[in-house]
């Protein structure tokens, strides 16, 4: 996709630098689009929107300060678009979708960015409706979430806080549960990556899917170690992504 020449000028908020310094690249491929800034935090990030008045927000969730619902909601309503940044398709994903919001996943796909750009350029006005809905769903409380597994036989109400991880068999989900139980679902562990609530779950492997409660050592040559001395592997490409985001769980 080309974009119009008509420049769109961008700030972008994300607290991993790898992530703002890989956007800041990408964005750099295109002609059409001028970065005013970039930061790290809400605290930075509403100054920098107040001085430099961008026409597109790429906006990082979860943040050390708050959330970017929490920005947007200083700007109320927002006069410029956004476009979200997130690590994984959980909690902040399903609130996105509610919304019919864009965002893109880390680590940045170059294709992926152009075509969201280019549709953020087709967009007359903020969706400011959307982003009212998602930001009401992201809210919501996920401390008591509960999970329907479907096996072939029966269905299970989990708490989303009991399951210690999740493993993909060919197209099942094996969920793994503190009380030693393990529950097969006929479903794809991609749909899991979509239902689970961002603030408990990481998926460090395109196989698994982990509850940060459950974590007892990441060693970052490769792979984590759960209660009970499980031992998960971390992929390659997504050490460092892991690496940063196990130690804001301190």
């Not at 927000?57 to 979200?84: E, M, N, R, S, Y």
């Not at 989303?160 to 562990?189: C, E, H, M, P, W």
């Not at 779950?201 to 984590?224: A, D, W």
């Not at 998960?232 to 992504?241: D, S």
Request: hydrophobic share 45%; proline share 6%.
């Amino acid at each position: 996709m080309t974009l119009n020449p008509a420049a769109i000028t961008v700030v972008i908020v994300e607290d991993l630098p790898i992530v703002r310094k890989n956007a800041a690249h990408l964005l750099g491929a295109h002609p059409g689009v001028q970065l005013l800034g970039s930061c790290a935090t809400v605290a930075d990030a509403i100054p920098l929107i107040n001085r430099e008045q961008p026409a597109l927000l790429l906006l990082d969730i979860q943040l050390p300060d708050g959330t970017g619902f929490d920005i947007l909601q200083h700007f109320w309503p927002p006069a410029f678009k956004v476009i979200f940044l997130t690590a994984f398709q959980e909690h902040a994903i399903r609130a996105i979708k509610y919304g019919a919001l864009d965002y893109l996943l880390k680590p940045l796909d170059p294709g992926e960015l152009t075509q969201a750009l280019g549709r953020m350029q087709q967009l007359q006005t903020p969706a400011i409706q959307q982003l009212q809905v998602a930001s009401m769903q992201y809210n919501s409380s996920v401390d008591n979430q509960r999970l329907v597994i479907r096996t072939s036989e029966l269905l299970h109400v989990l708490q989303a806080a009991d399951i210690i991880y999740l493993q993909a068999s060919g197209v099942y989900t094996i969920f793994f549960l503190g009380d030693g139980r393990k529950i097969v679902s006929s479903k794809n562990i991609k749909v899991y990556e979509e239902t689970l609530p961002q603030a408990l779950f990481i998926r460090p492997h395109q196989s698994y899917i982990v509850n940060t409660l459950f974590i007892e050592k990441y060693h970052t040559n490769g792979y984590i170690i759960l209660k009970g001395n499980i031992q998960i592997p971390v992929a390659t490409r997504r050490k460092e992504l892991i690496t940063t985001l196990i130690r804001k769980l301190r």
